[in-house]
């Protein structure tokens, strides 16, 4: 079964009575080159063990499957289950989760079913959820590479430079855990049903260490987070409204001893710049 040809879908999911939920935001690709280009993109090979998250009726899966060593899918929509196992039912080395994935402890999970593999995480996000998704499986730490299917407009910001409209706090923190990179584009009219946006295929090889020393990186967050809540004031003043317990002046003395102007805005700095004021604050605390 061709998984990408439309017809071929549109027969499948109709012989399961399967309806698209547009609150998952469902949207099943239609071309093969999508699916292959995704795989060889993220690296994968047999010496992989890759979760996949949403597989849908499986064609980015089956490829993975053709790839990897092993398999590991987690779908929120229960509703897939029978769909999945007559798509899957040749795959020996996939294992298919019905659950939410926000639910999971996904460094037990890869401890548990990667054993001795290098750990991936693929997927196709629902743009409704994508930012959640991706924190979490960054913030576990687990994996080599994260590579994912997600809307256009989120993987230009997640890829901006300092200084930029589309830099942001979400910028930093997924620099901070990783180095993404924008492999293609994906158009509307590969999915059914179309998308109203165009899509773009993102792959994030993780760092093992913090790109530069971080004294404490909970307050380096919260730094990262202040300084973009406010963003078209000066970096002092969002500062100020997130660390109540120092004074504007000192606050601008912070700035001075990093060698910042007072009039610095925080959408300027890079993460080494962010990581200096967070380490001095964290010597005054």
Request: neutral net charge.
């Amino acid at each position: 079964m061709n998984l990408c040809n439309i017809e071929e879908i549109k027969s499948l999911l109709s012989r399961h009575g399967f309806h698209f939920s547009k609150a998952k935001g469902q949207n099943f690709l239609t071309q093969n080159w999508v699916v292959r280009e995704i795989a060889e993109g993220a690296g994968i090979d047999e010496t992989c063990g890759v979760l996949e998250v949403g597989p849908g009726i499986g064609p980015l899966t089956k490829e993975l499957c053709l790839s990897a060593k092993k398999v590991v899918a987690v779908e929120v929509d229960t509703s897939l289950k029978p769909i999945l196992a007559e798509t899957m039912a040749e795959f020996d080395n996939l294992e298919i989760l019905f659950a939410d994935v926000m639910k999971q402890d996904i460094a037990a999970l890869v401890q548990e079913k990667f054993k001795g593999l290098r750990p991936m995480a693929c997927a196709n996000l629902p743009y409704y959820i994508t930012s959640p998704i991706l924190s979490l499986l960054l913030e576990s730490r687990q994996f080599e590479s994260v590579t994912v299917m997600i809307q256009k407009e989120v993987a230009q910001r997640i890829c901006a430079k300092a200084g930029t409209a589309d830099y942001s706090a979400f910028t930093v923190f997924c620099n901070y855990y990783a180095e993404p990179e924008i492999l293609f584009d994906v158009p509307p009219s590969c999915f059914i049903p179309q998308p109203k946006v165009t899509s773009a295929v993102i792959t994030m090889n993780t760092r093992k260490e913090p790109p530069c020393p971080i004294t404490d990186e909970k307050l380096f967050f919260k730094v990262v987070k202040a300084s973009f809540a406010m963003r078209r004031k000066t970096l002092v003043n969002g500062l100020a409204a997130a660390f109540g317990q120092f004074s504007k002046a000192e606050l601008t003395e912070v700035l001075a001893h990093c060698g910042f102007s007072e009039n610095i805005r925080g959408e300027t700095l890079d993460i080494a710049r962010f990581a200096k004021i967070a380490n001095r604050l964290a010597e005054m605390m």
